[in-house]
């Protein structure tokens, strides 16, 4: 064999060696690509590389005067990629030693510093791409832990992941939690959260993300990343104060009467915004809690409430006055051999409407109705006239699941229209409806009788900055004649003057309105057999003369400490509306609303010292008459009977001056330019100083007292 | 006259590799710009254009070099060699010593002035390959001696190897398999390749052994992570599992340029795992030419044997040929999973400093060799 063939054939050797291999690697791709295609297709389609939503922010709900009602705080799942496609070239093995230093010093000290070297280096080694460092890192957490080293070069170079989440915080805590609501996965949208959903929520963006091993997402930077949308904020018509108060007198309330639950709503009358919303109930556990919204969403049979409507039906149709005599029967009478009863005894044989309408008898009242209302057609009338006063109509609140109201149609089969049917819908039963609705139809009594629909949403901001917003609605500009919306204002004053409500009248104000009793599940049993408790409740509005708020109370179902309107929901009442007026002082009548005389406070700055500029200033700004003297440099104010005068004040320039009566700014002026150290405690003008007045100045150090 | 065919008669020597530089070269900056986009993202503020530029000057440079090596007459490295091996081990002894350390390995030295790094097993590479040829070409008559021949030219193999390994294992044992290669091609006597390859796997254990010592100079951690994830793991590692989703994702003709995935997750996509991303892009059609280009060198590189006299030319042009192909096939072979990781990138295409500009260098030694058996043949056809 030759030297030149052997090296050919040896050649050839590795030629197909070569050749081979090569085969070997194409039949492994084709492998890969075709036959086991699928598999590895499917793997980075669903598992590897999908486009995610990000999640948006979603919006604040705000109380009136702007205080966050709920808000998402933003915290962070944090973690690092120790492979992360960008990190520079020796960056890992450079940074690596201060990076474990400070998650072991900061983060987490469970391990040591080189613990947490050798853990990173290993996950490294491994190819992880997702460690975690910490979860739910709160903002500042995570903006600290983004400046250790490494991480301060960003997710690309320095593997730095920080995964956004939002929490819904309440920073009131429980406050109006019903109302507020939340919108949760699995369960049914709540309160505002669920009634402004689309709002608050924003929208998602999108990005695509790789999984990382614990089915975890990283991001990856492309440009097809759609930012999320922040969701808008809403501005409710709560107001936190009185919101708290409400609720408080609410709590203890269904706490000692022991009852199922309670509801308080506190409006404004000319607006019909919602200052305050409670809803106290009872959680199986026994704990009191906000659990259903029952002020919107239960409608029952509201009691003695609704003599209201009644006697408002009655008088705009021209039925009766006030001072008509009636007979009450002592309290007892029957229609149809179905015996109605006053909640409390009396003796009243004869007596006028108003009175039965103050002590809030269930016969007389019934008994009107169905005098004028109980022939013929007539019923139709009554029921047309309740309609009339929004009584049969939702309120349109912006919350999800507002019961409507029951209104029986007269003489109908499907609402088992019976004989008995008209008088004890006169005092509120065989009749539905919430206390919303109830007290926008008290409210709408209050306002003159214009009806505007109740709302808890004002506005809806962006940024601070306002994109829409709501105005009041007028459902009804008058419900009624405005002869019958005085008359029934001045009932409702009488029912606090003289009836049922007179033991929680107050010297202080003046308010209105009328009790109700309501038994529940009421069943007119043959053996007057009770079932179920009673719902005490109170609806009203003050003060009487010129309304500002209107407020329902409804106690379900007191099992201690009475049962009537006037004994558990009017200390609510009361409670409620004192607050209120200690927290709006505008709301008091001024006592001595005239002109001020211009020397008639006490508080005129007698004996104070300073510069006579200052004082010329400040008394010429503010127009007080004085009589300024023959200026200098400093001046003492002297204050007699009748006039303000300037005195000169001389301030020796050797000896330790008197500063007393100076301000602060004053008195160190002239102290310190005297080479004087001085020690200020307290604040307001000079009271005492520690050196005698007169005394040689070396440079002592003097100690002021403010006060 | 065209620029075209002006260039084409200016170039002379084996116009096909000509063509395999030119086409490799424009495969490069399609699949670098396409995978370079994280990494743009990260460093360059998502200027995917700057690596573009990078990467076109670092290869204009490469090519420019391939031309002024092309246009050297290949004897000179010949007397040159002794002096760049021994420049080489010191420099690898440096780098060993003291050497930047990028991803946890030593392997480069900063070039002080220029602030640029220096792999220095790119140059050892050239260095120890022009001396094995030398070698091999002086011995030729003698070649199958053991002491006068085997013994000169296996020491500096084995320092060489053995001075790359603790750092570098894949460019080591890749340049040891180049070296048999070329005294396999040169007539060595079979039983002293296989005397060889048994010297090479002891000073691999001798070197596992040191790596206990010396835990940050020797990678020992490193190989056996790899080697048992890749053997353990039907499926691959992490990495190969998302270079098998970019290939599979590619199926036959590729989603597209630029539309690469996979890149976003492979590490390094635009070195180790381009193949896989090639794959992803241009599909099995596009795996299947670049493969074909580096075979189609292997084959002219064989006709070149077949026409050369002068032993030290042909044995440079073996060498370089079996170390460039045998790279790329051993990148490849990564990404389809048929060998463990390794950190090496595809010769000419991947993204890289000094590695490519050594890969160009050796396009141009080979295409000097092919133009003096070219010229020489043209002689005996006038002869």
Known sequence: ?707 | MSIGSRIYSELRGDRTIWMIVAVLAIFSILSVYSATGSLAYANRGGNTEAYLMKHSVILGLGLLLTYLTYTMPYTRYNRASPYLLILAILLLIFTLAGGAEINSARRWIQIPVIGITFQTSDFAKLALILFVAREIGRHKDYIKDFKQAFLPIILPILLVCGLIAPADLSTAILLFFTCLGMMFVGRVDLRYILLLLFLGVMLFGMLIALGEFFPGIIRVETWTNRMSSWMTDPDGGYQVQHAKIAIANGGWFGDGPGSSVMRNYLPAPYSDFIYAIIHEEYGLIGGFLTLALYILLFFRITSLVTKSQKAFGAMVAVGLTILLVGQALANMAVSVNLVPVTGLPLPMISMGGTSTLFTCISFGIILSVSKYVETLADKQKAN
């Open chain 1, 1 to 707: 064999m030759t030297i030149k063939n052997e090296v050919l054939i040896r050649m050839y050797t590795v030629l197909v060696f070569v050749v081979v291999f090569a085969l070997f690697i194409f039949v492994r791709a084709i492998r890969i690509s075709v036959t086991e295609g699928e598999i590895w297709r499917e793997r980075g389609k669903e598992k590897y590389v999908q486009v995610r939503s990000i999640e948006a922010d979603r919006g604040n709900i705000l109380a009136a005067d702007g205080s966050l009602l709920a808000t998402s705080l933003p915290f962070f799942d944090i973690a690092f990629d120790p492979n992360s496609s960008g990190m520079a070239p020796g960056d890992f093995d450079k940074h690596i030693d201060s990076l474990a230093y400070c998650i072991s010093t900061f983060v987490d000290p469970s391990l040591t510093e080189g613990a947490y070297k050798d853990y990173l280096d290993s996950l490294r080694e491994a190819g992880k791409q997702y460690v975690r460092i910490k979860s739910n890192a709160s903002f500042e957490e995570m903006l600290k832990i983004q400046e250790f080293p490494l991480f301060n070069q960003g997710q690309y170079r320095g593997g730095f992941i920080a995964t956004p989440k939002y929490r819904r915080d309440r920073p009131f805590g429980l406050l109006a939690h019903r109302t507020i609501g939340y919108v949760r996965e699995g369960s049914k949208p709540v309160g505002l959260e669920g009634y402004f959903d689309e709002t608050l929520a924003g929208e998602a963006g999108q990005q695509l993300m790789i999984r990382v091993d614990d089915g975890l997402w990283k991001p990856i930077n492309d440009l097809a990343k759609i930012e999320p949308r922040s969701g808008k904020d809403i501005v409710t018509t709560i107001d936190v104060d009185l919101q708290d108060i409400t609720e408080q007198a609410l709590y203890s309330a269904v706490l000692d009467h022991e009852a199922d639950h309670g509801v308080a709503i506190l409006m404004e009358v000319e607006t019909g915004a919602i200052r305050a919303i409670a809803n106290i109930g009872k959680t199986r556990d026994g704990d009191l809690w906000e659990t259903y919204n029952h002020a919107v969403g239960s409608a029952t049979e509201p009691g003695s409430t609704f003599k209201l409507a009644s006697i408002m039906a009655l008088l705009e149709g021209g039925y009766v006055n006030l001072e008509d005599s009636l007979d009450l029967e002592k309290g007892k009478t029957a229609f149809y051999e179905e015996t109605m009863l006053d909640a409390s005894a009396h003796m009243l044989d004869s007596t006028s409407v108003r009175r039965a309408f103050e002590i809030s008898s269930n016969v007389g009242i019934a008994k009107l109705v169905q005098q004028h209302f109980g022939d013929g057609e007539k019923a139709e009338e009554y029921v047309n006239l309740i309609r009339s006063f929004h009584l049969d109509q939702p309120t349109g609140i912006e919350i999800q699941g507002e019961a409507i109201p029951y209104v029986k149609e007269p003489y109908s089969q499907d609402d088992s229209w019976s004989g008995t049917t008209l008088p004890w819908m006169s005092i509120g039963y065989e009749v539905m409806i919430t206390p919303l609705q109830l007290l926008a139809f008290y409210n709408a009594v209050a306002n003159g009788g214009i009806m505007v629909k109740p709302y808890l949403v004002s506005e809806v901001q962006e940024y601070g900055q306002t994109l829409e917003q709501f105005p009041i609605q007028v459902l009804s500009k008058k419900i009624a004649s405005k002869k019958t919306i005085a008359q029934a204002r001045e009932l409702l004053e009488g029912v606090v003057l003289n009836g049922t409500a007179r033991g929680y009248r107050t010297e202080k104000y003046n308010f209105a309105g009328k009790t109700g009793t309501a038994q529940l599940n009421y069943q007119r049993l043959k053996d007057r057999t009770r079932v179920g408790g009673y719902q005490a409740s109170f609806a009203g509005y003050f003060p009487a003369e010129n309304p500002k708020y209107s407020c329902i109370v409804l106690i379900s179902n007191p099992r201690k400490g009475g049962i009537y309107g006037s004994d558990v929901a009017l200390p609510v009442f009361r409670g409620i509306a004192d607050n209120v007026f200690l927290s709006r002082p505008d709301m008091f009548p001024v006592l001595n609303d005239m002109p001020k005389g211009v020397l008639a406070s006490n508080k005129m700055p007698d004996q104070d010292v300073g510069r006579w500029s200052d004082f010329e200033q400040a008394l010429t700004a503010l127009n007080v008459p004085y009589d300024p003297g023959s200026p200098a440099e400093f001046g003492v104010l002297l204050t007699d009977s009748v006039s303000l005068n300037i005195e000169r004040r001389t301030i020796p320039e050797d000896r330790v001056p008197n500063v007393v009566g100076m301000g602060l700014r004053d008195a160190l002026y002239i102290l310190e330019n005297r080479g004087l150290k001085v020690e200020v405690s307290g604040y307001g003008k000079v009271r005492q100083q520690s050196i005698k007045p007169g005394t040689r100045l070396r440079g002592q150090t003097i100690r002021l007292r403010l006060g």
